[in-house]
C-alpha cells in the first residue's frame, strides 16, 4: 500500500500521455492532515532540475499538503521556462484540490533537457485528483516507474498504533548521495517537521545516502515524509526514527535489485576503519570501481581491483594490513594472497565484499551492484 | 624504434613463458652511456606493486643503468616474497650485464596477487640480455603488452642533434593520474638527473596525467626518462621539455585510442574556468560518468549528462550560465536546451565535448573513451 498505508493520506497514479509508451506517468498524493508536517532531502547535485527547485522552497515552509510527481521527462536543464512548468503543475494542483500551491511538492523523472507536454500533464492532474483514494499508493508507485522494472512499496506499522509507510522509483542513475530516486514516506503519527526533518536526515544518512549504483548523481533526487498525524498518537521519537530508517532501508534495497541491467547485488562492508566516515569513503570508492564490478559480474573473486581501489583512498590503513573477504572467504590477508579464491561460491546473486582497515573500530555497508553489457546498452540507447 | 632511436640504448624483448599465451613477455632496456641520468614518475595508489616499491628506492639515486619489464604478471599485493623476487630480477639482470643491482629498474604488468613464475622470469632475463641490440626497441615494446592490441612507440629528433623516443604499455585501468602503463623513455641528450625530473614531470602532468579511461589507478604505473648523453649535446632544456611532453602526448593517445573495448575516443575541452585546476576536476568528473560514456558509446548526444557531472563537482560556476558543445555543435546553452542535437554528427570515432563554464579564462584537455559491451566482457572474464 505505500504511501497510503498510513492513515490520513489518499493517492492516485495515471495515465497523463507524457510518456510516448502509453504506460501510467503521473502520480499524486495528498495528505488529508490533520497535520501537514512534512520534511525533505534532495540531490546535493548543484544543476538541480525545476521541481528539486521549487520543492526546496515549499519544504522550508515544512508544511505538505500534496506531491506531484511525474514519469517520462525529468524537467532538468530546462531554464525559467522549466521552472514555470513546475510552477503551473502545482497551480494545477492547487486548483483541482482546493490547496494552497505553496503547499505542493513537486517531483519530476526521465530525460533532463526536455520541456514537459504541459498540454497533457495538465488534464493528468484533473484525471488524478478524480482517482484519488485510500488504496492508491500502489497506482501511485506505478506511476513513477521510469526503467524500473517493478515498483517499490515498504511499510512498517508501530504496535503504538501508528504507520509508516512508503515508495519509490530508481533503477540508473543511482548515486553519491542519494541515487537517482523519487521516494516519498508519509506517517499517521503526530510530529512537527522538526522532528520529521530529524528522522528523516538520520534514515538518509545510513540507507539511500548508502547505495551507490553507478556513482552518477542525479539532478532530480528527491526524498520526501509528510506526516498527517491522523492516528492520533504522538510517537516515541527513537521508535520513529527506526521506522522510518526501517522503510527507507527496504526501499533502498529494492533500488538496488532493481538497479539498470545488474545482475549481481553487492554489499560491501568496510570494517576496522579509523573512522565511519573513511568507513564510507573506501566503501564509495570501491562501489565505483568499474574494474572490481566487471568481475563481480564475471564471478571472478579478484580481489586485487578491491585493494586497488583501497589504494586511491586517503584513508588511514597499512598496505600490509589489509584484508579482503568475498562471500566470506578471506582470500587477502596483510595485503597478499590469502585463502585459495577457488573456495569462493559466486554463483548468488548476491556477493558480499568484507574489506577489513586494520585501523580503527568504525565501520560501513553500502550497496552496489555490478556493471553488465546490460547496463551499457540500456544506457546508450535511452535517449533515443 | 621506440627506446632505441636515441643513442646509447639497446633493448631487447623475449618470450620468457611467463604468460601462458607464449607471446613475449620479458623486455630489457639498457643505457650504455656515457651518463646514467634518469627520473621516475610512479603512481599514486597508495598499494604499491613491489617493482614500484623497488624502483622508486633506485630513482632516489637518479642514475639507472638498465629496466627490466614483464608482462603475465604485476607482482602486486604478493607480500615480501613479491619483493624478493623484484630484488632477483634486477640482482639477475646486474649479474649478467656487470651493472650494480641498486641501478636496475624493475616494472610489472599483468594480474595483481599473483607470484611470478622466476623458474622461466630469470633464464628470460639471460635470454634479452644475449639479445640486447640496437634495433632492439620494437621487440621490447611487442613484449610489455598485456590486453594492448597493438605495441606503442614514439620519437622525436631535434635539429640539434639529440634525440627522445619511447615505448608504452596499456590499455586497461587508465588511470587518475597515470593510467595503467608502463613507460619508458630515452634520449642520448646531456642532462642531470634534476633536469630530466623537471622534464619528465612537466611532461606527465598534462599527457599521462590527462588520460583516464575507465578511472581506475594501477599499483603499478611508471614511467621512467633515461638519459645517456652519447649525442654530447647538452640541449636547450624548453626545447628538450617539449620534446618530452611532445612523445609523451603521442604516446598517452596511442593508449586511449587502444583502451580496452573502446569504440570511440573522447576529448573533454573545459573551457572559462576559473582555474587550470578546477577545468581538469570538471574534465576528469565528465570523463569518469558512466552513463554519459554509454551515450557516446551509442551516438547519442546526451548533453544533460554531462551538466550532471558537471553539477557535482565544486568548481566555480553558475548552473544557468553552462555551455556544452558536441563536435561542435552547441546542444547547451545557459543551463538550457540550445542547438538542435540533430545536427551533431557522432559518427566518427572521435568525439569533442566542450564545456564552458564562463567562470574565467582557465582551460584543461582530458582524454577518455567510451563505456562499451566489450570492456564488460574483457574484464568480466580477464583472469579466468
Not at 536526515?201 to 556513482?215: K, L
Not at 573513511?278 to 564471478?299: F, M, P, Q, W, Y
Not at 579478484?302 to 585493494?307: D, E, K, Q, S
Not at 589489509?322 to 569462493?344: F, M, T, Y
Request: net charge negative; hydrophobic share 45%; aromatic share 4%.
Amino acid at each position: 500500500m505505500g504511501v497510503t498505508a498510513a492513515k490520513g493520506f489518499r493517492a492516485a497514479g495515471v495515465t497523463a500521455g507524457i510518456k510516448a509508451s502509453g504506460t501510467p506517468d503521473l502520480a499524486l498524493v495528498v495528505n488529508d492532515g490533520p497535520s501537514l508536517a512534512a520534511a525533505g532531502v534532495f540531490t546535493f547535485n548543484r544543476v538541480k532540475a525545476a521541481p528539486v527547485l521549487w520543492s526546496e522552497q515549499v519544504l522550508k515552509g515544512g508544511r505538505v499538503s500534496a506531491v506531484v510527481l511525474n514519469s517520462g521527462g525529468a524537467n532538468a536543464c530546462t531554464g525559467p521556462l522549466g521552472f514555470q512548468d513546475t510552477h503551473a503543475t502545482a497551480e494545477k494542483v492547487a486548483e483541482e484540490l482546493k490547496l494552497n500551491a505553496g503547499e505542493v511538492a513537486v517531483a519530476s523523472t526521465g530525460l533532463i533537457g526536455v520541456r514537459l507536454p504541459m498540454d497533457v500533464l495538465l488534464p493528468g492532474v484533473t484525471l488524478a485528483a478524480g482517482e484519488l483514494s485510500a488504496t492508491g499508493g500502489e497506482a501511485a508507485a506505478i506511476a513513477i516507474k521510469t526503467t524500473d522494472t517493478v515498483h517499490k512499496t515498504a511499510q512498517v506499522t508501530s504496535p503504538a498504533g501508528w504507520t509508516v509507510g512508503g515508495m519509490a522509483k530508481g533503477a540508473g542513475m543511482l548515486a553519491p548521495s542519494l541515487a537517482t530516486m523519487l521516494v516519498v514516506l508519509t506517517t499517521d503519527a503526530d510530529l512537527d517537521a522538526a522532528a520529521l526533518d530529524a528522522a528523516l536526515r538520520g534514515a538518509t544518512r545510513t540507507t539511500f545516502d548508502r547505495i551507490d549504483s553507478d556513482g552518477c548523481a542525479s539532478t532530480n533526487d528527491t526524498v520526501l515524509l509528510l506526516a498527517s498525524a491522523a492516528s492520533g498518537v504522538v510517537p516515541d521519537e527513537a521508535e520513529f526514527a527506526e521506522a522510518v530508517r526501517t522503510v527507507s532501508a527496504d526501499l533502498a534495497r529494492q533500488l538496488i535489485a532493481d538497479a539498470e541491467g545488474a545482475s549481481k547485488d553487492i554489499r560491501i562492508d568496510v570494517t576496522g576503519a579509523a573512522t565511519e566516515e573513511e568507513a564510507v569513503d573506501v566503501a564509495r570508492t570501491i562501489s565505483r570501481n568499474n574494474l572490481l564490478k566487471c568481475a563481480i559480474h564475471g564471478e571472478d573473486p579478484n580481489w586485487g581491483r578491491v585493494l586497488a581501489a583501497i589504494g586511491t583512498t586517503t584513508a588511514t590503513f597499512d598496505p600490509n594490513e589489509l584484508d579482503v573477504a568475498i562471500n566470506g572467504v578471506w582470500v587477502c590477508r596483510n595485503g597478499s594472497v590469502g585463502e585459495d579464491r577457488d573456495l569462493v561460491d559466486m554463483a548468488g546473486r548476491e556477493v558480499v565484499i568484507t574489506a577489513h582497515l586494520n585501523a580503527g573500530e568504525a565501520s560501513a555497508s553500502l550497496w552496489t551492484n555490478d556493471l553488465t553489457a546490460d547496463y551499457v546498452h540500456e544506457n546508450s540507447a535511452y535517449s533515443t
